[in-house]
């Protein structure tokens, strides 16, 4: 299983938008969860988004809802994170990361993702 964070990050100035795209491959099962992440300058790595294949059920946390969309084109396993309204805070290395297998976004979210793209830079800036 592999995760390719694609482009999209770079910088933007505060209530800026930019998409994230990340591409999944070597799957075991057709089922999988993508989440995605970003760590701070200085801080610890925090999860923002998850999307499930099977149902294409979504999970945010609540710093980013209403301003942030997860999406796909799920059958081509390619997940996007379209980050709207963006706030110096939203600054980070993103991320993201994918689990296959009968899964749902809470249990990936809190068992682990088995695999990590690379990361991505995003900057807003004020």
């Known amino acids: 299983l592999r995760c390719s964070c694609g482009v999209g990050g770079g910088l933007v100035q505060a209530g800026g938008s930019l998409r994230l795209s990340c591409h999944i491959s070597g799957f075991n099962s057709d089922k999988f969860v993508i989440g995605w992440f970003r760590q701070p300058p200085g801080k610890e790595r925090h999860w923002v988004s998850c999307?499930?294949?099977?149902?294409?059920?979504?999970l945010y946390d609540e710093d980013i809802k209403g301003r942030f969309t997860v999406s796909g084109v799920l059958n081509e396993n390619i997940v996007y994170l379209r980050m709207g309204g963006l706030k110096p805070e939203d600054t980070g290395v993103y991320y993201c990361?994918?689990?296959?297998?009968?899964?749902?976004?809470?249990?990936?979210?809190?068992?682990?993702?088995?695999?990590w793209g690379k990361g991505t830079l995003v900057t807003v800036s004020s």
């Open positions: 999307i499930e294949k099977a149902g294409g059920r979504t």
């Open positions: 990361a994918a689990v296959d297998g009968d899964t749902t976004c809470n249990m990936a979210l809190y068992y682990g993702m088995r695999s």
